[in-house]
T-cell receptor, first 113, second 114 residues
Framework: EAEVAQSPRYKITEKSQAVAFWCDPI?????LYWYRQILGQGPELLVQ????????DSQLPKDRFSAERLKGVDSTLKIQPAELGDSAMYLC???????????FGPGTRLTVT | GQQVMQIPQYQHVQEGEDFTTYCNSS?????IQWYKQRPGGHPVFLIQ?????EVKKQKRLTFQFGEAKKNSSLHITATQTTDVGTYFC??????????????FGRGTQLTVWP
């Protein structure tokens, strides 16, 4: 069964450093989402792509976060500089155009020290 | 802004007992989706309800979507240890949502002891 791939699975970084997360959605899924999930809470959308275009980044802290999906396939989420409050699980999800169901990857757990 | 609330936040049951979690949205939703996240895992899609008053069943799980499409519930009959996890509801509001953007509740964390 096809899955959403994410790497790394775990990342520990010091504050003020730069970090990057990678996501490879299920083949053929045009819509890609990056979520942040703080422990004990539900996923919160950071950015949504339709193919290579950003369609919603209203909750993305653009002073430090950036996201790209250059060829409309895999995507990278970057944080620079990282802050203590960025410690969370970063989840990538993808969706096939004709369906509402979102498929989540295993996530990257970020710890900022 | 859009808010999705879930209660209870935590539920501890003995195996064989029933479990219900409730979801309420501040605005009317286009549809409601339910996801399950096992400890240490990622959210996995369970089901989607679209119609007002819709009820769907999956084995021991019963899902309902309210008449006003602002609330939903998930009921598990005779819980098993495999039901352990956090259950999230999520939905796109009818208005003001970008291409079906989902707003997630905080989830209900279910613990089942043997």
């Amino acid at each position: 069964e096809a899955e959403v791939a994410q790497s790394p699975r775990y990342k520990i970084t010091e504050k003020s450093q730069a970090v990057a997360f990678w996501c490879d959605p299920i083949s053929g899924h045009a819509t890609l989402y990056w979520y942040r999930q703080i422990l004990g809470q539900g996923p919160e959308l950071l950015v949504q792509f339709q193919d290579e275009s950003v369609v919603d980044d209203s909750q993305l802290p653009k002073d430090r976060f950036s996201a790209e999906r250059l060829k409309g396939v895999d995507s990278t989420l970057k944080i620079q500089p990282a802050e203590l409050g960025d410690s969370a699980m970063y989840l990538c999800a993808s969706r096939f155009g004709g369906s509402y169901e979102q498929y989540f990857g295993p996530g990257t757990r970020l710890t900022v020290t | 802004g859009q808010q999705v609330m879930q209660i209870p936040q935590y539920q501890h049951v003995q195996e064989g007992e029933d479990f219900t979690t409730y979801c309420n949205s501040s605005t009317t939703l286009s549809n409601i989706q339910w996801y399950k996240q096992r400890p240490g895992g990622h959210p996995v899609f369970l089901i989607q309800l679209v119609k007002s008053g819709e009820v769907k069943k999956q084995k021991r799980l019963t899902f309902q979507f309210g008449e006003a499409k602002k609330n939903s519930s998930l009921h598990i009959t005779a819980t098993q240890t495999t039901d352990v996890g956090t259950y999230f509801c999520a939905g796109p509001p009818v208005r003001g949502s970008t291409l079906g953007r989902l707003y997630f509740g905080r989830g209900t964390q279910l613990t089942v002891w043997p």
